[in-house]
């Protein structure tokens, strides 16, 4: 089974609906959490880290939900240039520098 | 503005070619970390550093080595290339606090071994 999991996709989005989606984690021991957007063909960048009470950054809302195991994230008002790959990736603090693990990407396509 | 950059865009090798893929950055940050991205699997650790001259192997580092002899220099080498080792290698770099502090990624390098 993998760490993180992720729904592939795509999310086909009509532009200005609300589009949200999970990703679950399989250690109970994983203490941070962030939503990261890879455009095609380029770098993945950090979109926003995802905090205990949950945030929100604008259109987008990360929750985290430690019982299930899971977090999510929603965009509001989608926009065309919503459209990528977001990565979830969990932390697991298990030495001194921790682990990452990245998810395999959920593809969000906005469509006009 | 963190830059990280590395050498290649893309790159073609010959099974059982020596290939180095270098990694730059520019923000004086003390961890940097070298992935490979392939379709369904996600990004995953092959080695990081968090020092100079240091190293931790990651989740998949058999077929790699690395090199950091300056801070803002991290080098994945692959000491005999094969065609199991074509994919995207994605560098990154971040502060100390590597649990806490966004991860910097370069540009990636797409590496196709024939």
């Known amino acids: 089974r993998k760490e993180v999991e992720q729904d592939p996709g795509p999310f086909n989005v009509p532009e200005g609906a609300t589009v949200a989606f999970n990703c679950t984690y399989s250690?109970?021991?994983?203490?941070?959490f962030f939503w990261y957007r890879q455009d095609c063909r380029k770098e993945p960048k950090l979109l926003m880290s995802?905090?205990?009470s949950g945030n929100e950054d604008g259109r987008f809302t990360a929750q985290l939900n430690r019982a299930s195991q899971y977090i999510s994230l929603l965009i509001r008002d989608s926009k065309l240039s919503d459209s990528a790959t977001y990565l979830c990736?969990?932390?697991?603090?298990?030495?001194?520098?921790?682990?990452?693990?990245f998810g395999a990407g959920t593809q969000v396509v906005v469509t006009p | 503005d963190v830059k990280v950059t590395q050498s290649s865009r893309y790159l073609v090798k010959r099974t059982g070619e020596k290939v180095f893929l270098e990694c730059v950055q520019d923000m004086d940050h003390e961890n940097m970390f070298w992935y490979r991205q392939d379709p369904g699997l996600g990004l995953r650790l092959i080695y990081f550093s968090y020092d100079v001259k240091m190293k931790e192997k990651g989740d998949i580092p058999e077929g790699y080595s690395v090199s950091r002899e300056k801070k803002e220099r991290f080098s994945l080498i692959l000491e005999s290339a094969s065609t199991n080792q074509t994919s995207m290698y994605l560098c990154?770099?971040?502060?100390?606090?590597?649990?806490?502090?966004?991860?910097?990624f370069g540009p990636g390098t797409r590496l196709t071994v024939t």
């Open positions: 250690n109970s021991a994983s203490q941070s």
């Open positions: 990736v969990v932390n697991t603090r298990t030495d001194s520098w921790g682990k990452f693990q």
């Open positions: 990154a770099s971040s502060l100390m606090d590597a649990n806490s502090y966004e991860q910097y």
């Open positions: 995802v905090y205990s």
